[in-house]
T-cell receptor, first 115, second 113 residues
């Protein structure tokens, strides 16, 4: 199956700093990628849809100025958590639909801890 | 809006038992349904994918069924092992447009020796 690589797998940062998370499709092109957030013992909640060459689409309640998404190429989407606060600590995971647009492939996830 | 519910939320069983995990969804207009495994602090591993036209899929000790009309799917794990301990997530893919799965909260499974 298709491979989606996410980096870093974990990061600890100080409150007020920004953190960038990368999501790459390794063996296929993805014009669309999705970013999810998962709090402990909760489901994966869709945050935003990243579109190559255009603006991301954010779900209701997600601050677009805080969670900056850039989809600069057909294989790379980045999520930047700006001015991070402890409440942003969570598990962030990206996914991309395969070429047939009938299956989702997920990155390994990034554990963000803001201290 | 599609809602996905998984029951039970948690399950603890002795090794060797056969298990049934349940997933229900509110909108039957789905494209397919995927079962994932998530180990603590890790990403998702796809276990089984069932297309809306299919009734079940099997992989090793895992069998997933789908009853689209009633909005239900079950994941059957035969002869459970401690290595099966993980959270199992059910995700429903909507028909039409980009494929964006909607997830349930998962079932946390512990299989003890």
């Amino acid at each position: 199956g298709a491979v989606v690589s996410q980096h870093p797998s974990w990061v600890i940062c100080k409150s007020g700093t920004s953190v960038k998370i990368e999501c790459r499709s390794l063996d296929f092109q993805a014009t669309t990628m999705f970013w999810y957030r998962q709090f402990p013992k909760q489901s994966l909640m869709l945050m935003a849809t990243s579109n190559e060459g255009s603006k991301a689409t954010y779900e209701q309640g997600v601050e677009k100025d805080k969670f900056l998404i850039n989809h600069a190429s057909l294989t790379l989407s980045t999520l930047t958590v700006t001015s991070a606060h402890p409440e942003d600590s969570s598990f962030y995971i990206c996914s991309a639909p395969g070429a047939s647009n009938t299956e989702a492939f997920f990155g390994q996830g990034t554990r963000l801890t803001v201290v | 809006k599609q809602e996905v519910t998984q029951i039970p939320a948690a399950l603890s069983v002795p090794e060797g038992e056969n298990l049934v995990l349940n997933c229900s969804f509110t909108d039957s207009a789905i494209y397919n349904l995927q079962w994932f495994r998530q180990d603590p602090g890790k990403g998702l591993t796809s276990l089984l994918l069932i297309q809306s036209s299919q009734r079940e899929q099997t992989s090793g000790r895992l069998n997933a069924s789908l009853d689209k009309s009633s909005g239900r799917s079950t994941l059957y794990i035969a002869a459970s092992q401690p290595g099966d301990s993980a959270t199992y997530l059910c995700a429903v893919g909507a028909s039409g447009g980009s494929y964006i799965p909607t997830f349930g909260r998962g079932t946390s499974l512990i299989v003890h020796p």
